[in-house]
């Protein structure tokens, strides 16, 4: 007689279904959590071990992260679906690992993950060839590097943001020159901000003396259109010639300080 296929051999229904799951996890989000409640779930008492790897490994063999090991383990930690976190974990899945943690099956999604160790085509070849391999979906929309796209493409307003609130150039990483180029733009868009509320403020008091004046509601639509579209046309016309012209005398005084403190450092040397 045969003996059974991995995935047909019967678990004792009386102890949890060990179930595996693991990954980088960096900047822990909702993605992250939704393919974790998927395997917590793959049977109606499972126990979820979760293998995060290091710092040395993920660097390695597919960048650096944003948070450190600790952090992301920590993350793992505080997820509800999670009930065991195995730091330090191996980048391929071997025979030993799952002996050594007592794993029946080992959750993921589908899709091959490259082996960039060397070691074979799919991180998962080795258990879905013994049958322990368990599939779950991924969570369009969302991944660790959508989330850091979204600030790269926002990365100046995010550094104007926190250097509004007190963080030093040198805690953000920008050159002094960046620095004073942002605070400018701060500036400006203040300025921006307070003229906009100027043309407003003119709108209502346009309205008011069309009020006063007793002039008819259709004729006051139509001139008053007019006025403020020529108005505000003359206006923007003016601040962007004034925007323009700062901006141009600022760059001239960073490029000159620029220069100055290369000179002094120069000299120092």
Not at 17 to 35: C, E, K, N, P, T
Not at 60 to 75: N, P, Q
Not at 138 to 149: A, L
Request: aromatic fraction near 10%.
């Amino acid at each position: 007689m045969e003996n059974p296929k991995p995935e047909e051999e019967k678990l004792d229904s009386d102890r949890p279904v060990r179930v595996y799951a693991d990954g980088i996890y960096d900047l822990f989000h909702f993605g992250h959590a939704r393919s974790l409640e998927q395997a917590k779930k793959l049977f109606p008492n499972t126990y979820l071990l979760v293998g995060c790897c290091n710092d040395e490994l993920t660097y390695r063999y597919k960048g650096k992260t944003v948070m450190t090991e600790s952090e992301r383990y920590e993350s793992l930690r505080h997820c509800r679906w999670v009930d065991e976190v195995i730091p330090d974990a191996p980048w391929v899945i071997t025979k030993e690992f799952l002996d050594k943690h007592k794993i029946d099956y080992v959750a993921h999604d589908s899709l091959p993950y490259a082996d960039a160790s060397g070691a074979g085509k799919d991180v998962y070849e080795f258990v879905k060839s013994v049958g322990k391999f368990k599939e779950t979906k991924r969570t369009d929309g969302i991944s660790t590097s959508d989330v850091i796209m979204r600030m790269l493409k926002d990365y100046n307003q995010y550094v104007m943001r926190n250097l509004a609130r007190g963080y030093t150039r040198e805690e953000l990483g920008v050159s002094y020159v960046k620095e004073k180029r942002l605070r400018v733009n701060m500036g400006l868009e203040k300025l921006l901000e307070k003229m906009k509320q100027q043309q407003e403020k003119v709108g209502e008091k346009l309205s008011t003396v069309a009020k006063v004046a007793g002039v008819l509601h259709d004729e006051w639509v139509e001139n008053a259109d007019r006025w403020v579209a020529g108005f505000l046309e003359k206006f923007e016309e003016g601040c962007h010639s004034m925007g323009t012209a700062i901006k141009e005398r600022i760059q001239e005084k960073l490029m000159a300080q620029s220069r100055d403190f290369t000179l002094m450092q120069y000299d120092s040397e």
